[in-house]
């Protein structure tokens, strides 16, 4: 445990310090469940000895969001790699955005995956996580900044 760093999400993608760490040790890893294969491999590859200031600066840079997005997205590819691996092919948006938002330690493969995560409160109404980054996702708002 880290202490209040394991409390703070990172960037747009609200990604978690130790999770990032988790990230990166899982691209390099091929006995990993979670490896998504050797053409990822340096994807995140440091550029200078400092690599805990040089995460920092890469999920925290409110200018540049390539890194945050890029984490992100080698994320849900090692879940999909390790639901693929477990026999459980996922592809699901609402799946996928619960596993995201319930990070790697929760991600156990079966063949019912639920929607959940996060409550998340919108007027008078309840939503998980996965719900509604599904609902989002299938409806048309941003689809001119964000095209599917």
Do not use: C
């Amino acid at each position: 445990y880290s202490g209040s760093q394991t409390q703070f999400s990172w960037g747009v993608m609200g990604m978690k310090e130790d999770t990032a760490i988790l990230v990166e040790q899982y691209l390099k890893d091929p006995s990993s469940p979670f490896y998504p294969g050797a053409e990822y491999e340096h994807l995140l590859d440091f550029q200078t000895d400092d690599i805990k200031g040089e995460r920092f600066a890469r999920m925290t840079d409110q200018h540049n969001h390539y890194w945050s997005y890029l984490y992100a997205g080698l994320y849900l590819k090692q879940i999909q790699a390790q639901w693929k691996n477990a026999g459980y092919p996922i592809s699901d948006v609402a799946i996928l955005s619960t596993l995201y938002n319930i990070g790697f330690s929760h991600s156990n493969p079966n063949p019912t995956p639920q929607i959940g995560g996060a409550a998340i409160r919108a007027g008078n109404q309840t939503y998980s996580f996965g719900g509604l980054a599904a609902d989002f996702y299938n409806s048309d708002l941003l689809v001119d900044v964000f095209p599917k």
